[in-house]
């Protein structure tokens, strides 16, 4: 998204967590509001290489917590076919975004779904968005009991959240199978 290459390790695309300053051009600066971004790309949540380690699920929600803490806008990238999938990985996040909350913070969530083969996806997928948003819902009404916080029973009481203009879909990257595939053009 940002023409970074973090180094990788093997069986995961990230290994723990890469930072970097990216300059804002000039006429972009004003549109924007900033003159520097500031990317941090981490290990995927629920990695498969971790779940047998000890501590794992305490590992999560600590990067899941630090990342949404230090980020005006999170990406959650939902690679996987179904949301009922991202179930786990949602919950951290979640538990995350009430803690930002609990400090006054109320961050940007967006979602992104990749490997979309039809541009009009946006529009056919009302229904797996609102699906989403119910699953968000009860995400977050889950962990606001585990919290013992009250009056808190859907995503939108935690963050501003709009499934119309927060959920983007985009293509297959690549033709072939990484890394010698060519971009998708």
Not at 4 to 11: I, R, Y
Request: with cysteine.
């Amino acid at each position: 998204m940002f023409g970074l290459q973090f180094p990788v390790a093997s069986g995961r695309c990230t290994k723990g967590a890469f930072i970097s300053l990216l300059k804002v051009k000039e006429n972009f600066q004003e549109e924007l509001g900033c003159h520097f971004i500031l990317v941090i790309d981490t290990e995927g949540l629920k990695a498969p290489e971790l779940a047998s380690l000890e501590g794992s699920y305490e590992h999560d929600n600590e990067l899941a917590t630090l990342v949404v803490g230090l980020s005006d806008i999170t990406i959650i990238n939902m690679a996987m076919e179904t949301t009922t999938d991202m179930r786990d990985i949602l919950q951290i996040v979640v538990h995350a975004f009430l803690r930002m909350k609990e400090v006054g913070k109320k961050p940007n969530c967006q979602f992104v779904h990749q490997n979309v083969s039809d541009v009009s996806a946006h529009d056919k997928n009302m229904r797996d968005r609102k699906k989403l948003l119910d699953l968000l819902d009860k995400m977050t009404e889950l962990a606001a009991k585990m919290e013992k916080k009250t009056g808190i029973m859907t995503f939108g009481d935690v963050m501003d959240y709009d499934f119309e203009n927060h959920n983007w879909y985009i293509p297959a990257l690549f033709q072939g199978v990484p890394p010698m595939a060519s971009v998708n053009i």
